[in-house]
C-alpha cells in the first residue's frame, strides 16, 4: 500500500476543496481508509472513514459538511469538505489498514499506511 492524498490548498470560509488519496500499489481495495488532520500544536485527529463496504463514519465537527467516498475502479478515496471554517485549518492525512473493526476506526495509532499531508488553509 502506498497512499498519496492530494487535493489540498488555500480556501476561504464557506468554501470547498475535494481531497484524494491514491494507491498507487493499487492494494487498498478492501482496506478502511481514514482521513485524519493536525493543526500546529495540535494532536492528529480523526475526520472521517470508510469501510470497503462503504460504511462511513465521521467526527462529530464535520457531520453534515464533509462526505467521503470511494472509487474502486480508480482506487481513491475522496473527502469531500463544503462550508469550510477556519477551524477546519490543518495538514490532511490519509491511513488505511486492512483489519480494523469498527471501533477503532478514530484511533490513529490503529492504522498501519499513512500517506503524506496535504495542507488545507481556509481563511475568515
Known amino acids: 500500500v502506498q497512499l498519496q492524498a492530494s487535493g489540498g490548498g488555500p480556501v476561504q470560509a464557506g468554501g470547498s476543496l475535494r481531497l484524494s488519496c491514491t494507491d498507487s500499489?493499487?492494494?487498498?481495495?478492501?482496506?478502511?481508509v481514514g482521513w485524519f488532520r493536525q493543526a500546529p500544536g495540535k494532536e492528529r485527529e480523526f475526520v472521517a472513514a470508510?469501510?470497503?463496504?462503504?460504511?462511513?463514519d465521521y467526527a462529530d465537527s464535520v457531520k453534515g459538511r464533509f462526505t467521503i467516498s470511494r472509487d474502486t475502479a480508480e482506487n481513491t478515496v475522496y473527502l469531500q469538505m463544503n462550508s469550510l471554517k477556519p477551524e477546519d485549518t490543518a495538514v490532511y492525512y490519509c491511513?488505511?489498514?486492512?483489519?480494523?473493526?469498527?471501533?477503532?476506526?478514530?484511533?490513529?495509532?490503529?492504522?498501519?499506511?499513512w500517506g503524506q499531508g496535504t495542507q488545507v488553509t481556509v481563511s475568515s
Open positions: 491511513a488505511a489498514d486492512s483489519t480494523l473493526i469498527r471501533s477503532s476506526w478514530s484511533n490513529p495509532t490503529e492504522y498501519d499506511y
Open positions: 500499489g493499487r492494494t487498498f481495495r478492501r482496506y478502511v
Open positions: 470508510i469501510s470497503w463496504t462503504r460504511a462511513t
